[in-house]
């Protein structure tokens, strides 16, 4: 009996060493600093929720929150209409199709600070060339509005990302039977109908877990903002996990910064545990 | 007409596609144009080829210290999260109780906890224990990378019978050689999918390395690529060299295995 403990404890002892000083701890650390006047070297009095009250009243923090919010909520939408668009040209019975998922998936591979380079580029210079070229006013001076960089952010996002969620969406249509779709063809039905009534229905776990990825991708996204707008101009496209960054290490408000990283937890905390519900649901409802 | 629709959708297909790769095919065609003319024109073919640009990148990039830091921080992370991840999940599949839920429980739990939300403690305990360096950062990715690959091999170990550990066990085996000479080299599909997975975070990863080996001569290729961008943000026919040269390992990379990464990837999000 004793020695079947032993095996299962130092098979397990590396992984939960690792766990426990990367992520318990400093996530406990962190918890108990955000109540707490911590400079980033010692703590000398507890403070309530005195930080969390500040938060409030923050305009940078607020306006990070809700440029966040819209990026989000954008992000997704485009997407999963490409995702999903994707996914349904290359599932046809085309010649290209291996191809075709070869390209749209290649942006996944290369790092989000790598391409937010590449399209600072694109967005900067290649723009304004067509801009010239076509006499285009608009598409003159990109990044450098807060509305050029929001679109830029969201544009290189879901070239990005569309092609991850294409991945997501082929595997469940590539489990529909085919028979299932011949035989509605045999019986009358058009190609939106059998799209509306038997492709949508078996596709649609895919559509939960695709839209609650791309939800906690997006909230989450700090890589792109930094490379392709740096949170500028004026901090206007600074999403949250920057502006956690700047408050700790530009500013050097560590409690301060701490209690914003546990409100954004607390955030994407909640996105993540509505989909594990609305999986649990689908579950007991098949 | 099932024919005309067809074509239809492999040209709106082929037409995405060229959007799709027109941002590298940019980046690669002005890589070779001088300074001057990337000013004037970014979309005309370069007049005159120069290479000039990619020496002076691959020089100032540092490029063979910085891919071998890249290679060197993913191969090693990547061999600890498989070896540990595999051995972990196979206690915990194999000795189902209490104990085993809960702490399946935990590691899926902390996949919840975004990185922004630990960082700043993290990189302080760290420092005050002086592991502010590669060793750390490589025990910090096994940290973060345990939970969803543990998670990955517990549903593979789940579906591999007991009775075969329990007749090797018969005939004298102990319980490392069970998994590593039986168990282990049954796991190899999944072990392509947490490679390949964990591969990409680490490789690309930004973040973490900026915070733990911030130093001259440990830069990783996204590392070094930020204040090589920064030193250089105007001058773009250097950048868009450095770029190009960034991101050709990866590409080549994926031309051998894309297969293999995209079946890993499908299969690590749909879990």
Not at chain 1, 126 to 142: K, M, P, Q, T
Not at chain 1, 144 to 168: C, D, H, K, N, R
Request: proline residues 3%; contains cysteine.
């Amino acid at each position: 009996m004793k020695k079947q403990t032993l095996w299962y404890w130092l098979f397990l002892s590396p992984v939960l060493i690792a766990l426990i000083s990367v992520v318990v701890i400093p996530f406990m650390f962190g918890l108990y600093y955000s109540f707490t006047d911590w400079n980033g070297i010692q703590s000398t009095k507890f403070v309530g929720f005195e930080h969390y009250m500040e938060i409030f009243k923050d305009k940078e923090f607020i306006s990070s929150l809700w440029f966040t919010v819209k990026f989000s909520i954008v992000s997704v939408i485009l997407i999963n209409f490409f995702g999903l668009s994707l996914a349904l040209i290359v599932t046809q019975n085309i010649k290209t199709s291996k191809i075709l998922r070869t390209v749209f998936f290649m942006p996944n591979l290369i790092g989000g600070l790598i391409l937010g380079f590449i399209w600072q580029f694109i967005f900067i210079k290649v723009f304004a060339s067509i801009g010239d070229l076509l006499n285009i006013e608009s598409l003159r001076g990109w990044l450098s509005t807060p509305e050029t960089g929001f679109w830029g952010l969201a544009i290189v996002m879901s070239w990005q990302m569309a092609g991850y969620i294409m991945v997501i969406y082929i595997a469940y249509l590539e489990n529909i039977p085919q028979e299932l779709l011949e035989a509605a063809a045999i019986d009358g039905a058009n190609s939106f109908q059998r799209f509306r009534y038997i492709t949508f229905p078996l596709v649609a776990p895919a559509f939960t877990v695709s839209l609650f990825l791309t939800l906690s991708n997006s909230f989450k996204l700090y890589d792109q903002n930094l490379s392709l707008t740096g949170g500028g101009p004026y901090n206007s496209t600074q999403m949250l996990a920057m502006e956690i960054f700047k408050t700790a290490f530009s500013e050097n408000q560590m409690a301060y910064a701490q209690s914003k990283a546990v409100i954004f937890f607390i955030i994407v905390a909640v996105i993540s545990l509505t989909q594990v519900y609305f999986n649990k649901k689908r579950e007991v409802e098949m | 007409m099932k024919r005309v629709q067809r074509y239809m959708i492999e040209i709106i297909g082929i037409i995405l596609a060229v959007i799709w790769l027109s941002p590298f095919y940019l980046m690669i065609v002005n890589s070779f144009k001088t300074k001057r003319e990337i000013f004037t024109d970014t979309l005309r073919f370069p007049e005159i080829f120069t290479f000039d640009n990619y020496a002076e990148a691959f020089k100032q990039l540092d490029f063979l210290k910085t891919f071998a830091n890249s290679l060197f921080i993913t191969i090693v992370s990547v061999s600890i999260i498989i070896i540990f991840s595999s051995m972990g999940a196979y206690a915990l599949s194999r000795r189902k109780g209490k104990i085993s839920s809960f702490l399946f429980f935990a590691f899926v739990s902390s996949m919840l906890i975004p990185f922004q939300s630990v960082m700043i403690p993290l990189v302080y305990i760290f420092g005050q224990v002086d592991m502010l360096n590669k060793i750390g950062l490589i025990f910090m990715y096994l940290g973060f990378g345990c939970s969803l690959s543990i998670f990955l091999y517990h549903g593979t170990l789940n579906s591999i019978p007991k009775s075969l550990d329990e007749a090797a066990i018969i005939d004298g085996a102990n319980r490392f050689q069970v998994f590593w000479y039986i168990i282990f080299p049954m796991l190899k599909p999944i072990t392509v999918t947490v490679a390949i997975l964990n591969t990409i975070w680490i490789w690309n990863d930004y973040l973490l390395p900026s915070l733990v080996i911030n130093k001259e001569g440990m830069h990783t290729i996204p590392l070094k690529m930020f204040f090589f961008f920064g030193e250089y943000t105007k001058q773009w026919h250097l950048a868009l060299a450095g770029l190009t040269i960034a991101i050709l390992p990866v590409i080549i990379g994926y031309f051998f295995a894309q297969k293999q990464i995209i079946k890993g990837v499908s299969e690590g999000a749909v879990k």
